[in-house]
């Protein structure tokens, strides 16, 4: 069975920064193209970056790109996004999720939040 | 963000069928057959119904049906349930890479 754990969300100043994690089990991590995707309250979710399978490639949606990083160990079987220069407008769920093909996400993570307020 | 325009909000009666759409352009919806569809229970992740404009996962149930005729692409649910009440929305890849995801449908089953 597939699984997606995030962690790392918290309330952070605007302007500070914050790592989330996500551990990957129950599928070959290192074949799967990964991404991240947050829902801020009340409304419907936000494509925000994806990652190659061998990390050597990445992008990310134009709201996040300079500020965010996406990035994977897939020794560790684990995915990661690295956000800096935060604003109130980031605060949001953020989930990991496995692409399907064509940012179509089969499986998700529970989630993590992430709060922006001074 | 911008967002696929879908209804607000749709309603209908247990063992009736509801169909919600999803409008998009030449540049998302209308480019390419990689049209997903997602229902969400509050608290809830997101959970794949239909990706590929009509294509259901393993063990989703054949009550859930889509498709699309030019930008505009459809959900349906048949047989309504009481389980089926949730929000519903559309994604589609676009033609700069990225990925837009509709405004979200509320489903309430009466």
């Given at each position: 069975?597939?699984?997606?754990?995030?962690?790392?969300?918290?309330?952070?100043?605007?302007?500070?920064?914050?790592?989330?994690?996500?551990?990957?089990?129950?599928?070959?991590?290192?074949?799967?193209?990964?991404?991240?995707?947050?829902?801020?309250?009340?409304?419907?979710?936000?494509?925000?970056?994806?990652?190659?399978?061998?990390?050597?490639?990445?992008?990310?949606?134009?709201?996040?790109?300079?500020?965010?990083t996406i990035?994977?160990?897939?020794?560790?079987?684990?995915?990661?996004?690295?956000?800096?220069?935060?604003?109130?407008?980031?605060?949001?769920?953020?989930?990991?999720?496995?692409?399907?093909?064509?940012?179509?996400?089969?499986?998700?993570?529970?989630?993590?939040?992430?709060?922006?307020?001074s | 963000q911008?967002?696929?325009?879908?209804?607000?909000?749709?309603?209908?009666?247990?063992?009736?069928?509801?169909?919600?759409?999803?409008?998009?352009?030449?540049?998302?919806?209308?480019?390419?057959?990689?049209?997903?569809?997602?229902?969400?229970?509050?608290?809830?992740?997101?959970?794949?119904?239909?990706?590929?404009?009509?294509?259901?996962?393993?063990?989703?149930?054949?009550?859930?049906?889509?498709?699309?005729?030019?930008?505009?692409?459809?959900?349906?649910?048949?047989?309504?349930?009481?389980?089926?009440?949730?929000?519903?929305?559309?994604s589609s890849?676009?033609?700069?890479?990225?990925?837009?995801?509709?405004?979200?449908?509320?489903?309430?089953?009466?």
């Open positions: 069975e597939v699984q997606l754990v995030e962690s790392g969300g918290g309330l952070v100043q605007p302007g500070g920064s914050l790592r989330l994690s996500c551990a990957a089990s129950g599928f070959i991590f290192s074949n799967s193209w990964m991404n991240w995707v947050r829902q801020a309250p009340g409304k419907g979710p936000e494509w925000v970056a994806i990652i190659k399978p061998d990390g050597s490639g990445t992008h990310c949606a134009d709201s996040v790109k300079g500020r965010f990035s994977r160990d897939n020794a560790k079987n684990s995915l990661y996004l690295q956000m800096h220069s935060l604003r109130g407008e980031d605060t949001a769920i953020y989930y990991c999720a496995k692409d399907l093909g064509w940012k179509q996400f089969d499986s998700w993570g529970q989630g993590t939040l992430v709060t922006v307020s | 911008s967002t696929l325009p879908q209804p607000a909000s749709v309603s209908g009666s247990p063992g009736q069928s509801i169909t919600i759409s999803c409008t998009g352009t030449s540049s998302d919806v209308g480019a390419y057959n990689h049209v997903s569809w997602y229902q969400q229970h509050p608290g809830k992740a997101p959970k794949l119904l239909i990706y590929d404009v009509g294509i259901r996962p393993s063990g989703v149930s054949n009550r859930f049906s889509a498709s699309k005729s030019g930008n505009t692409a459809s959900l349906t649910i048949s047989g309504l349930q009481a389980d089926d009440e949730a929000h519903y929305y559309c890849f676009t033609t700069t890479g990225s990925l837009v995801f509709g405004g979200g449908t509320r489903l309430t089953v009466l």
